[in-house]
């Protein structure tokens, strides 16, 4: 059975760090291009980042470069994104994406609330 499952989210102090992993079950998490999207109340879900299945070459959105870090673990079929100085616009449900030619998985999102 296909899963992605998304852990590490709490609440956090501006300022904080936190790690968010994603789990993969079912297929090959090294052979897909992973990605982190966010969606916050009101508003559309948008792309955070992502790390290609290749070169394992990353992107960032420019809200979140210089403070968000992309990797991968392929021997653990795991996925993280490593997330610092937050702010409380960073607030957002965080969803992880799995992506070849031919499927797309996506993971029912981990809570992050940045908030003194």
């Known amino acids: 059975q296909v899963q992605v499952v998304e852990s590490g989210g709490g609440l956090v102090q501006p300022g904080g760090s936190l790690r968010l992993s994603c789990a993969a079950s079912?297929?090959?998490?090294?052979?897909?291009?992973m990605g982190w999207f966010r969606q916050a109340p009101g508003k559309e879900r948008e792309g955070v980042s992502c790390i290609s299945s290749g070169d394992g070459s990353t992107n960032y959105a420019d809200s979140v470069k210089g403070r968000f870090t992309i990797s991968r673990n392929n021997a653990k079929n795991t996925t993280y994104l490593q997330m610092n100085s937050l702010k409380p616009e960073d607030t957002a449900v965080y969803y992880c994406?799995?992506?070849?030619?031919?499927?797309?998985?996506w993971g029912q999102g981990t809570q992050v609330t940045v908030s003194s």
């Open positions: 994406s799995a992506v070849d030619w031919l499927n797309s998985y």
């Open positions: 079912g297929f090959t998490l090294e052979y897909y291009t």
